[in-house]
């Protein structure tokens, strides 16, 4: 059997399993996958960023935390194809 095609593309921005983490004033942006991904972390706080990728890409979420406790998420514009 062969892999789902989404999980051969990249992530642009990818954590596991770390704390303490703090994400402020950029912009990520045309990401072949999810943008930003803590998976499994604590504390985090994602700031005054820009997620941005063509609404006709599929599976392009903007800040996906999967896992995580304690996060906070403010002042963020995030316009993607997908969440």
Same mark, same amino acid.
């Given at each position: 059997?062969?892999?789902?095609? #989404? @999980? ?13 983490? @703090?994400?402020? $004033? ?31 890409? $599929?599976?392009?979420? $903007? ?5 995580? @406790? ?10 993607? $194809? #997908?969440?």
């Amino acid at each position: 059997a062969s892999l789902p095609q #989404d @999980i051969m593309r990249p992530k642009l921005i990818e954590f596991y399993n770390t704390s303490n983490i @703090i994400l402020q $004033g950029f912009t990520a942006q045309n990401s072949p996958n999810w943008n930003i991904h803590p998976f499994a972390c604590q504390d985090i706080i994602i700031r005054n960023v820009t997620v941005l990728a063509p609404r006709e890409v $599929g599976n392009t979420d $903007g800040i996906n935390p999967d896992s995580c @406790i304690n996060v906070l998420i403010e002042s963020c514009h995030i316009d993607v $194809g #997908d969440d």
